[in-house]
């Protein structure tokens, strides 16, 4: 069936260093969300994209949608130890719009 | 004001009991949904709703039984709770199809 795919699972990186996580869906999204879990919190919103080949950056973030809107990455330039936490994909898939499925989530750690 | 408040927080009970975790949102939003995120940080989505009305009821137990009395309300039940049942359990809500979900703080439930 339908499903969201997210890679790596884990990533550990010393500050400073880049950090990228992939979304892939077996199928086209109409749009895609990301969305940061910090440890012991609840997933806040970051970011929708729409267009295909959208590119949408918030300070050192670059989120990217895929001109075939199947796949979108979220780039983070210079990691910070805040930027400690799980990012999710999310998108709309089978059954409806209503339906937000959610990748499995890239969780990062920040070595000082 | 919260947003979007969940209680309780923490839920500690025996197998076998029955429990409720309540769901209330302030947005004005149509849509609201309960997710189960395991041990492994999954979140996966369980139900959604649609002003008061059942959308989406994925593959859940039927000891699991959502109430919707109005739609700023969501409520999870969940009869003879079962060990597998220890998971933070997260409502959200939002306004339509393709925009961002708010996420309630999360109750975690351990069944011992």
């Known amino acids: 069936g339908q499903q969201v795919m997210q890679i790596p699972q884990y990533q550990h990186v010393q500050e400073g260093e880049d950090f990228t996580t992939y979304c892939n869906s077996s199928?086209?999204?109409?749009?895609i969300q990301w969305y940061k879990q910090r440890p012991g919190g609840h997933p806040v919103f970051l970011i929708q994209?729409?267009?295909?080949?959208e590119v949408k950056k918030q300070k050192r973030l670059t989120f990217q949608f895929g001109e075939a809107k199947k796949n979108s990455s979220l780039h983070i330039t210079a990691t910070q130890t805040t930027d400690v936490g799980t990012y999710f994909c999310?998108?709309?898939?089978?059954?409806?719009?209503?339906?937000?499925?959610f990748g499995k989530g890239t969780k990062l750690t920040v070595n000082p | 004001d919260t947003a979007v408040s969940q209680t309780p927080k923490y839920l500690v009970t025996q197998m076998g009991n029955d429990k409720s975790i309540k769901c209330e949102q302030n947005?004005?939003?149509?849509?609201m949904y309960w997710y189960k995120q395991d041990s492994k940080k999954f979140l996966k989505i369980m139900f959604s709703?649609?002003?008061?009305?059942?959308?989406i009821n994925e593959t859940v137990p039927n000891r699991f039984s959502p109430k919707s009395p109005d739609k700023a309300h969501l409520n999870l039940h969940i009869n003879s709770l079962e060990l597998g049942d220890s998971a933070v359990y997260f409502c959200?809500?939002?306004?339509?199809?393709?925009?961002?979900?708010?996420f309630g703080q999360g109750t975690r439930l351990t069944v011992v």
């Open positions: 959200a809500s939002r306004r339509t199809e393709n925009t961002e979900a708010f």
């Open positions: 999310a998108g709309p898939l089978q059954g409806g719009s209503e339906k937000l499925v």
């Open positions: 947005l004005g939003h149509d849509t």
């Open positions: 709703y649609n002003n008061k009305e059942l959308i």
């Open positions: 199928t086209t999204l109409s749009n």
């Open positions: 994209l729409v267009k295909s080949g």
